[in-house]
């Protein structure tokens, strides 16, 4: 009776981990889809979903403290509990990182683009797609794929170098430029760190499944 307890309880943990993920992915693409129509309204409609990320976290860790309090689990069991624990924290900072690019929209305001936007978009289809493959490795257990999604760290730092020296660039040849085009940096190196959480995850998956933190890719 007491095992089925415990994988109900972890059912719901996974489940409501899952919810959070979702509001923080809608986050992210609303967050550039307010930069790519300089649309101010979503922008500010992506800061007040902050909030709600917000008690997601603190309610799975609640959940977590008193599983492990209550049916004391251990082994492979407690190892999933730990990473959800973890993931909510990762979860949350990326939903900070949207909130940040949100706030970096807002500052741009209306004034016209410095360029047509190609390789921020194209960030953005990378880390999200990335981190909604290290939320499905993480629900089957799976380290193939979170080997495989950790190994293309390297193709959004590229991105974020590539978009750092063009607008270097701008900057150079035209002051005026500088207060957008650090936005914008900014903004790329907010994608990048969602980037990075992505990889944390795929690094908490392996650890869940093997019990090992030697991660190698």
Same mark, same amino acid.
């Given at each position: =009776? #007491?095992?089925?307890?415990l994988?109900?309880?972890?059912? !719901?943990? !996974?489940?409501e981990? &899952?919810?959070?993920?979702s509001?923080?992915?809608e986050?992210?693409e609303q967050?550039?889809?307010a930069?790519?129509? #300089? ?6 409609? +992506?800061?007040e979903?902050d909030?709600?990320?917000d ?10 403290t008193? &599983?492990i309090?209550? #049916?004391q689990? +251990?082994? !492979?069991?407690?190892?999933?509990i730990i %990473?959800?624990s973890? /993931?909510?924290?990762d979860?949350?900072?990326?939903g ?6 949100a706030?970096? %929209? ?6 016209? /683009?410095l360029?047509?936007l ?9 880390v999200t797609?990335?981190l909604k493959?290290?939320?499905k490795? $993480?629900?089957n257990?799976? +380290?193939?794929l979170?080997h495989?999604?950790?190994k293309?760290d390297?193709?959004v730092? %590229?991105?974020?170098? #590539? ?6 660039t $701008? =900057?150079?040849?035209d002051? !005026?430029?500088?207060?957008?085009? =650090? ?11 969602i980037?990075?959480h ?5 690094e ?5 499944t093997?019990?090992?933190w030697?991660?190698s890719?």
């Amino acid at each position: =009776m #007491q095992r089925k307890g415990l994988d109900e309880n972890i059912e !719901k943990l !996974k489940n409501e981990m &899952l919810l959070m993920g979702s509001q923080v992915e809608e986050s992210i693409e609303q967050s550039i889809e307010a930069l790519k129509n #300089q649309d101010i309204e979503l922008a500010e409609a +992506v800061l007040e979903r902050d909030d709600k990320i917000d008690e997601y976290e603190l309610e799975l860790e609640e959940m977590c403290t008193r &599983l492990i309090a209550t #049916q004391q689990p +251990v082994a !492979k069991d407690l190892r999933t509990i730990i %990473v959800i624990s973890k /993931l909510a924290t990762d979860l949350e900072r990326i939903g900070d990182h949207a909130c940040n690019i949100a706030r970096m %929209v807002i500052n741009i305001g209306d004034e016209p /683009l410095l360029k047509p936007l190609i390789d921020i978009p194209r960030m953005t289809d990378i880390v999200t797609r990335r981190l909604k493959e290290s939320l499905k490795a $993480f629900v089957n257990f799976d +380290v193939e794929l979170a080997h495989e999604i950790a190994k293309e760290d390297e193709e959004v730092d %590229v991105l974020d170098e #590539q978009i750092l020296r063009e607008l270097l660039t $701008f =900057m150079i040849e035209d002051p !005026k430029t500088i207060r957008q085009a =650090m936005s914008l940096i900014f903004i790329s190196r907010f994608l990048e760190r969602i980037g990075d959480h992505a990889t944390n995850i795929c690094e908490r998956v392996i650890y869940m499944t093997t019990g090992d933190w030697d991660v190698s890719y």
